[in-house]
C-alpha cells in the first residue's frame, strides 16, 4: 500500500522560507515520480513541482520556478520542497503525490505535467500560510 504524509508547513511572512517534506513507502521508486501540488480556497489543486527518481530530472511550475528546489533523500524515501521568498500567493494546503511520470505532451513537446489527474497516490496536506 502506498503511503505519503506531507509535513512541515507553516505560518511565514512574506520573504520567508518553508521546507516541507513527503514521507513516502510502499512502492517503487525506481518506476515512480513524487510531485507536489497546492490548493487555494476555493481554486483549483495545481502541481508545483515533480522530481523522477529514475533519471533525477526536476520539474517545476513557472510560478515557483527560481524560488522552489525539489530534492530527494532515497535513504529515508522523502522527498523535500525547498521553498523561499514566498510570497501570499504561495499560500494554500499543500500535498504530495505519485505518479508514473511528471511530463505530458502537449504543444510539440514535454512539458512538466501540473494536472492532479496525472497523479494517483495522494497524501493528506499541510497548510503553508504567507502573511503579508
Known amino acids: 500500500e502506498v503511503q505519503l504524509q506531507a509535513s512541515g508547513g507553516g505560518l511565514v511572512q512574506v520573504g520567508g522560507s518553508l521546507r516541507l517534506s513527503c514521507a513516502a513507502s510502499?512502492?517503487?521508486?525506481?518506476?515512480?515520480?513524487i510531485a507536489w501540488f497546492r490548493q487555494a480556497p476555493g481554486q483549483e489543486r495545481e502541481g508545483v513541482s515533480c522530481i523522477d527518481f529514475a533519471n533525477e530530472e526536476t520539474y517545476y511550475a513557472d510560478s515557483v520556478l527560481g524560488r522552489f528546489t525539489i530534492t530527494s533523500d532515497n535513504a529515508k524515501n522523502t522527498v523535500h520542497l525547498q521553498m523561499n521568498n514566498l510570497t501570499p500567493a504561495d499560500t494554500g494546503v499543500y500535498y504530495c503525490?505519485?505518479?508514473?511520470?511528471?511530463?505530458?505532451?502537449?504543444?510539440?513537446?514535454?512539458?512538466?505535467?501540473?494536472?492532479?489527474?496525472?497523479?494517483?497516490?495522494w497524501g493528506q496536506g499541510t497548510q503553508v500560510t504567507v502573511s503579508s
Open positions: 503525490a505519485t505518479g508514473l511520470t511528471c511530463t505530458y505532451y502537449i504543444g510539440g513537446y514535454y512539458r512538466f505535467d501540473p494536472r492532479a489527474l496525472a497523479y494517483d497516490n
Open positions: 510502499g512502492f517503487d521508486f525506481n518506476e515512480n515520480v
